[in-house]
């Protein structure tokens, strides 16, 4: 896995000027201090080029000025890809005031092609479909720690590294299914779902009848 990151830069505050994204691919995590976007706050973004280089975004304070970050967020021309993006979406508006758009999530795809298993983590899905074995021991430290240990940091970056090629993998799943189509409405529903777990219907699902 190691080999596979070719550049790890950790950079406080926001990401370095003028980085590009030659496939308008950039692959994206978060790391935050739990899962309330209204009680832990957003510690860490992670943004990969799929050449193997690793930008950890830190931050330290309250400081969430980013305006390389959010200008990357809200690039129409750049495809933001993340494995289950709700998540992240949601703090990225809490933190940075970004609603990250257009995106394409891994999970969803998975559940759309994957039919025949329940097993849709980052973990699951990148061994089945890239034969990659991944570490997941540091998922549960604290990632708002001062200064991050070598662990987190590789961590960190072995969340970003492979959703290139899944992606790649997945569309040709979903190809095959004739389901390319479905899967590109869910993405462009993405920020909506996101927004309303924002503004209070996390849990109640309005189309619902009762
Ligand atoms: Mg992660």
Not at 1 to 9: D, E, W
Not at 98 to 119: D, G, H, N
Not at 198 to 210: K, L, Q, V
């Amino acid at each position: 896995m190691k080999n596979r990151i070719k550049n790890l830069v950790v950079c406080e505050g926001d990401l370095p000027e003028g980085i590009t994204f030659e496939n308008g691919m950039a692959a994206i995590d978060c790391e935050m201090m739990g899962l309330n976007p209204h009680r832990d706050r957003l510690c860490l973004v992670q943004v990969g080029d799929g050449n193997g280089n690793v930008w950890l975004v830190k931050f330290s304070s309250n400081n969430y000025d980013a305006p390389n970050l959010k200008k990357l967020f809200a690039d129409s021309r750049v495809v933001k890809i993340f494995h289950f993006a709700r998540t992240d979406m949601v703090f990225c508006q809490k933190y940075l005031g970004v609603m990250p758009s257009p995106v394409y999530c891994t999970k969803i795809a998975s559940k759309l092609c994957r039919t025949y298993t329940e097993r849709h983590g980052l973990k699951n899905v990148c061994e089945e479909l890239l034969g990659v074995k991944m570490d997941k021991e540091q998922q549960c430290s604290n990632w708002g720690a001062p200064v991050l240990t070598e662990a987190q940091k590789h961590y960190a970056a072995s969340d970003v590294i492979y959703l290139h090629d899944m992606k790649n993998a997945l569309d040709e799943r979903l190809k095959s299914l004739d389901r390319l189509h479905i899967a590109s409405q869910c993405f462009d529903f993405l920020p909506v779902r996101a927004n309303l777990d924002y503004i209070g219907w996390e849990n109640s699902d309005i189309f619902a009848h009762h």
